[in-house]
């Protein structure tokens, strides 16, 4: 038999406080101590991200627009023919060591990466 009792003494004038009934009602459900606080968290969390998905998608959309059925149909005409032979000379023939390094210019809004 252990030296110490498992459980605390209580004295039963403390059994009727609403800490008692608090205490006694936490150690029934143990859900309300660890399983109400992590649904309450996943479903905040969910309200709170919901406008930073829809940054995401929105500034994709922007990348990616759909073309009208004129710009589609005028895409491809002006395309000339492609010769491998002709492609592999043409690119051969230019000077690969004379280049300067220039900016690709950013959409209106978009980050430059400067700081």
Avoid: C
Avoid at 49 to 59: F, N, V
């Amino acid at each position: 038999m252990p030296t110490f009792q498992s459980k605390k003494y209580r004295p039963s004038s403390s059994s009727h406080t609403i800490a008692a009934r608090y205490r006694t009602a936490l150690a029934r459900h143990p859900f309300a101590v660890f399983g109400l606080p992590f649904l309450a968290t996943m479903v905040a969390g969910s309200f709170f991200l919901t406008p930073a998905t829809a940054l995401r998608y929105e500034k994709h959309d922007r990348k990616v627009r759909q073309l009208s059925k004129e710009e589609e149909l005028g895409i491809g005409r002006d395309r000339r023919k492609v010769d491998l032979n002709e492609e592999y000379y043409r690119l051969a023939a230019k000077d690969l060591d004379d280049w300067d390094q220039k900016r690709v210019k950013r959409l209106p809004g978009e980050h430059d990466g400067i700081l």
